[in-house]
């Protein structure tokens, strides 16, 4: 029997087109509750919430902060409702940052549909005090990252989430948040600004939990069906009410590596990620070397991949490992970052009928899994989810060739990338993701391109957070080519 637990991210990007489409078709539970938050969405003046989440070609009618909130949640809300209709049961459930309001509605703390709400609200006072601020990724421990932000004495410059051993967040003013980045490049630390819509974790949003507060409707509570773990209370979820809890979350530290490690030294044996893409649980892998973890979504067939790992973890007591399928977009599987695997073609069946769900067969296997909540927009870390290694200075590379031709710059590429992360140049395909297929963490990303600005002499490679959206080595040769041709036209 394993002990899981369900891990929900925060603020991370928005989900791809038709993620859902498979649980949308299979079971009832899942339509359920995309209906009951496309009410809430309505009620509020939103467009449907499912349609572009159901429809593999679909697009929101307009787009906007709290879209995107409740597009996050109805992937981890259909992600945990797959697995409770698959027999998974959790121990404890864990949100990261806004994460926390989805591990309440899963664990039956509050309605789906008042969850909804709330997100919406609080993403409007967010959007109402309007500050000046920022959040920057950084790969040290919190220790010296709490140390960093302590050298520029602002009280609202604070040390905001310890994700990691080796991965902090710190958010405050946006002019303060520059100055740190600088400070960290030259000790040699990584960096990455976090493209989320509205930072938090600091006092600056003292006002705006005050708002939260004094605005949002009070909704029914209760005790829950399920476990749920406070990365920012440090305990479990009580008989707190709901809006208290979103709103002391805003001005509060975020210490999911502590919430972790305290999981798993109580028996946890795996993590579950309630999300599109692994976030939460490469912080999970960075803290606890050699846990399990699952990212269902990120499977060709979702429903399968939970069957089969959760049937093997029958077996043997734990879930099995399992390879990456291969993907032209981007949109594969994710491995560890710390374990480059060999790709292999996985045929991912029709989408089933809605009568498939009453017609499945019981699982055999009644396992105990806790759920891991995202943060909000990357999370609240999308690109800054993954744990940062130090990595051994690269070997002096000769200048850059003069051809500007794609064939020249994809081959220093494949042989620069190849060097730093100790992969064999040919095994790297030009279309393979640089993080969601070979597990190059996103603060990796950024020393990489810090690398390729440098040799190709092209400074302004360094901001293109394009690149480590959806990093490939077709898209940096690409923009190499075209941001050269510019140059030498000039």
């Given amino acids: ?193 976090l493209d989320v819509p509205h930072p938090t974790h600091t006092p600056a949003m003292a006002q705006a939990a005050r708002d939260l507060r004094a605005t949002a409707p009070r909704v029914p509570y209760g005790s829950g069906r399920w476990r749920v773990c406070s990365p920012w209370l440090g305990r479990d979820v009580g008989d707190d009410d709901p809006v208290d809890l979103v709103a002391g979350a805003l001005t509060a530290r975020v210490r999911v590596l502590h919430t972790i490690r305290e999981l798993h030294a109580a028996g946890a044996d795996a993590f579950v990620e309630c999300g599109e893409w692994p976030v939460v649980t490469k912080f999970v892998e960075a803290s606890v070397p050699g846990v399990q973890c699952v990212v269902p979504l990120s499977e060709g067939d979702p429903v399968e991949a939970v069957r ?85 200075a690269a070997a002096p590379v000769p200048a850059a060739s003069a051809g500007l031709d794609y064939d020249s710059v994809l081959d220093e590429l494949r042989t620069l990338y190849g060097d730093f992360l100790g992969y064999p140049a040919d095994l790297l395909g030009e279309d393979d993701g640089l993080e969601s297929e070979l597990g190059v963490e996103s603060l990796k990303q950024v020393v990489l391109l810090g690398r390729v600005s440098d040799r190709f002499g092209l400074p302004g490679l360094r901001a293109n957070s394009s690149l480590l959206t959806v990093g490939t080595l077709r898209r940096i040769a690409e923009t190499v080519v075209q941001a050269r041709a510019e140059a030498a036209a000039r």
């Fill in 1 to 193: 029997m394993v002990d899981s637990v369900f891990v929900m991210p925060g603020t991370v990007a928005a989900p791809r087109a038709g993620v859902l489409s498979e649980l949308h078709n299979r079971y009832e539970t899942v339509r359920e509750a995309l209906s009951r938050i496309d009410k809430a969405a309505q009620e509020m003046g939103l467009p449907l919430i499912s349609a572009r989440l159901i429809e593999r070609n679909g697009t929101a009618e307009r787009r906007g902060p709290e879209v995107q909130y409740l597009e996050i949640f109805a992937v981890s809300i259909a992600t945990h409702h797959m697995l409770i209709a698959e027999g998974v049961k959790p121990v404890a459930i864990v949100g990261q940052s806004i994460g926390e309001l989805w591990a309440l509605a899963a664990a039956g703390h509050l309605s789906v549909e008042d969850a909804a709400r709330l997100a919406v609200v609080r993403s409007q006072v967010l959007t109402r005090q309007n500050w000046d601020g920022k959040m920057l990724a950084v790969g040290v421990d919190g220790h010296r990252a709490e140390s960093l932000a302590g050298l520029m004495n602002h009280p609202d410059l604070v040390l905001a989430c310890e994700n990691a051993p080796r991965q902090s967040v710190i958010s405050g003013p946006e002019h303060l948040i520059e100055q740190v980045e600088r400070v960290a490049d030259a000790f040699g630390w990584p960096s990455l600004p």
């Fill in 308 to 392: 089969t790992l959760f049937a093997e973890s029958g077996d043997v007591g734990r879930f099995g490992s399992r390879l990456p399928a291969p993907s032209s977009t981007g949109h594969g599987s994710a491995v560890r970052a710390s374990t480059p695997a060999p790709a292999r073609v996985v045929s991912v069946p029709p989408a089933p009928t809605p009568s498939t769900e009453a017609a499945a067969p019981a699982p055999p296997y009644a396992a105990h899994v806790t759920y891991v909540t995202p943060a909000a927009p990357v999370a609240e870390v999308p690109l800054a989810e993954a744990p940062v290694t130090r990595v051994p």
